[in-house]
C-alpha cells in the first residue's frame, strides 16, 4: 500500500465536475461517495445548472490518496469529469490576527454550511500585467488592499459561506472559491459587490464560474 499524502498544515480539496455518461450507475455513485464519507471524507453533492456540467462534487480529506480513489469510484460508476480543480485549504498571509477559531474553519472546514443550499465555484488569479502586477505591490499595500475587500465581505455574513483555498502550483490559478449560500442572487450580490474592491477590479483575473445547487446524492442521481 502506498503512504498517506498529506499537507502538511490544512486537507486537500478536489472539485469534481461532470456528466452521466451511457453507462451512468447510480447506485454505483451514491455507494462512491457514502464509501468516502465513511472513511472520513467529506463530500459536497451539487446538482448543476447550464451546458458546462450536470453534477458536481467537492471533496475535502486530508490524504490526497482518498481523493483519487474518490474520483476513480465515480469514473467506474460511469461519471465523466468534464472539468475539475485541485487546491488545499490555506490561511492567508494577510490573517495574521485572526482569531484562531476562525482560522481552523479555513484550515478545516466542516461542509456543506447548514441552510446555505446555492452554490457557486470559480477560480482566480492575481495580475502579473505591468501596470497591474500584484506581486510587485509592497506587503503593506497588499495587506490593506485585502482588508478592504474582506470588509465588503462581511457585510454578507449569514447570507454567504466563503471557502478560499490555495492552488498556486496545484492547478491553473492561484486560488479556488466555493461559495454557498442562502439564496442565488447572493451569490450575484457578493461576487458583484466585491468586484468594485481595488484588490479585485484592478488586480483579480477570473476563471470560468460553475454554479448548482447542493443536494442529497440519492436525490441528484434520480435527477439525471
Known amino acids: ?19 452521466p455518461a451511457f453507462d451512468f450507475d447510480g447506485e454505483g455513485v451514491v455507494a462512491a461517495v457514502k464509501h468516502s464519507q465513511a472513511t472520513g471524507v467529506q463530500v459536497v453533492s451539487v446538482s448543476m445548472l447550464g451546458h458546462k456540467c450536470d453534477l458536481a462534487f467537492m471533496a475535502i480529506a486530508s490524504d490526497l490518496r482518498d481523493l483519487r480513489k474518490f474520483q476513480s469510484a465515480l469514473q467506474q460508476s460511469g461519471v465523466i469529469v468534464a472539468d475539475s480543480y485541485v487546491s488545499l485549504t490555506e490561511v492567508s498571509e494577510y490573517a495574521a490576527h485572526v482569531p484562531q477559531e476562525m482560522l481552523n474553519a479555513r484550515l478545516y472546514p466542516q461542509l456543506p454550511p447548514p441552510g446555505k443550499l446555492a452554490w457557486c465555484f470559480y477560480p482566480m488569479s492575481k495580475k502579473r500585467d505591468p501596470e497591474s502586477n500584484w506581486f510587485t505591490l ?8 485585502m482588508m478592504e475587500h474582506g470588509q465588503s465581505g462581511r457585510k454578507f455574513a449569514g447570507r454567504i459561506t466563503q471557502l478560499v483555498t490555495g492552488s498556486a502550483g496545484v492547478d491553473d490559478y492561484e486560488w479556488g472559491v466555493t461559495l454557498f449560500a442562502v439564496h442565488p442572487d447572493d ?24 454554479v448548482g445547487m447542493v443536494t442529497p446524492i440519492e436525490e441528484l442521481v434520480q435527477s439525471l
Open 138 to 145: 509592497p506587503f503593506d499595500k497588499r495587506s490593506e488592499l
Open 1 to 19: 500500500m502506498s503512504e498517506p499524502l498529506s499537507p502538511a498544515t490544512g486537507m486537500a480539496v478536489l472539485h469534481l465536475f461532470c456528466h
Open 187 to 210: 451569490l450575484k450580490d457578493v461576487v458583484y459587490t466585491m468586484r468594485f474592491d481595488e484588490a479585485s477590479a484592478k488586480y483579480a483575473d477570473f476563471g470560468t464560474f460553475y
